[in-house]
């Protein structure tokens, strides 16, 4: 089975400052690894997924992850933030094989200070 | 193209009541899930469809909670009766196929809250 733990719950940071969400998971088979960001009162939105490849990964809204397999960790950050940035983000991991189940941490709530 | 949709966006019922959502899939997409988040908590998975087929209902509460996809589009949640503890947002989702690295694409979720 996967697990994922998302380090901090709040993170508040001032806008044009960079940030890092961080996220370590659990695994005994290969993962793919998932960002989710859910806006006030909207469902969940895809920012960027690792699947295979290189290990930095490139989103949406200037977003960036960088996959490491020795320290079973998948860091999200974005160099510098905006108040629309301001949101919930979660990080997701599914076994690369077998039964299909994508597991979430518990989240990171993002607060854009002006 | 259109989202997932999903209604009602708010309940509010009286514990031991039932109640159900609805969920309208982005056309196309086989594969449909139907997720609880609990307050300050991620996603949990209670089942997965491949078209009408459950799949993955191993999490699903099967004492009061049901859910069906007839024609394998759209998908009815249903609480019956409602605890207390089933306030919760309940999310429906989608995806293309059934691979795991598919994107699963969301709803905007119906708040629940049972008093």
């Known amino acids: 089975a996967q697990s994922v733990t998302q380090l901090d719950s709040q993170v508040p940071v001032f806008e044009e400052a960079p940030v890092e969400l961080r996220c370590n998971y659990s695994s005994s088979v290969s993962v793919y690894l998932f960002w989710y960001v859910q806006y006030p009162n909207q469902g969940l939105q895809l920012l960027l997924k690792?699947?295979?490849?290189?290990?930095l990964v490139k989103g949406i809204n200037g977003f960036e992850a960088e996959f490491n397999k020795s320290q079973t960790s998948f860091h999200l950050r974005k160099p510098s933030v905006h108040i629309s940035d301001t949101a919930e983000y979660f990080c997701?991991?599914?076994?690369?094989?077998?039964?299909?189940?994508?597991?979430f941490g518990q989240g990171t709530r993002l607060t854009i200070n002006p | 193209e259109a989202g997932v949709v999903q209604s009602p966006r708010y309940k509010i019922i009286e514990k031991k009541q039932p109640v159900a959502f609805w969920c309208n899939p982005i056309s196309g997409h086989n594969t449909l899930y139907w997720y609880r988040q609990n307050l300050g908590q991620g996603p949990e998975l209670l089942i997965r469809?491949?078209?009408?087929?459950?799949?993955?209902d191993s999490q699903l509460p099967k004492d009061r909670f049901s859910a069906e996809r007839l024609k394998g589009v759209d998908s009815t949640l249903k609480i019956q009766p409602a605890e207390l503890g089933d306030s919760a947002v309940y999310l429906c989702?989608?995806?293309?196929?059934?691979?795991?690295?598919?994107?699963?694409?969301f709803g905007p979720g119906t708040r629940l809250l049972v008093l």
């Open positions: 997701a991991v599914s076994a690369s094989q077998g039964a299909q189940k994508l597991v």
């Open positions: 690792y699947l295979s490849g290189s290990t």
């Open positions: 469809y491949e078209n009408e087929e459950a799949v993955d």
């Open positions: 989702a989608s995806s293309a196929g059934l691979a795991n690295q598919e994107t699963q694409y």
